[in-house]
Nanobody
Framework: QLQLVESGGGLVQPGGSLRLSCAAS????????ITWFRQAPGREREGVSC????????KSVDSVKGRFTLSRDNAKNTVYLQMNSLKPEDTAVYYC??????????????????????WGQGTQVTVSS
């Protein structure tokens, strides 16, 4: 079965850290661009961070710049989102999505710009004291 599996979410106090993992099953992530999206209740889905297939391009939404870092380990077929200095407004369900694009240095935070052939089930991140 071709799927992405997220893990690493949980409850953390403001200022704390979490590392989310996105592991691929049944296919390789090495040739895919990966984007982490999040969605909070009553809010639109938002692209948080992305990384190109080559790993040379990463992008983050302004609200997480300097706090979130995206990396990939192709040997483990896994992408990681390190989240530091977490804020209550980071509370959401986080999803990873993979897409195969011609340009190995391309990634996008915009949902409408990808086909997103692969999605994970989501992992809840709650930032609260």
């Amino acid at each position: 079965q071709l799927q992405l599996v997220e893990s690493g979410g949980g409850l953390v106090q403001p200022g704390g850290s979490l590392r989310l993992s996105c592991a691929a099953s049944g296919f390789t992530l090495a040739s895919k661009t990966i984007t982490w999206f999040r969605q909070a209740p009553g809010r639109e889905r938002e692209g948080v961070s992305c990384i190109s297939a080559s790993g040379l391009t990463t992008k983050s939404v302004d609200s997480v710049k300097g706090r979130f870092t995206l990396s990939r380990d192709n040997a483990k077929n896994t992408v990681y989102l390190q989240m530091n200095s977490l804020k209550p407004e980071d509370t959401a369900v986080y999803y990873c999505a993979a897409d195969r694009v011609p340009d190995p240095d391309f990634c996008t935070l915009l949902f409408r710009f990808g086909k997103w052939n692969y999605w994970g089930q989501g992992t809840q991140v709650t930032v609260s004291s």
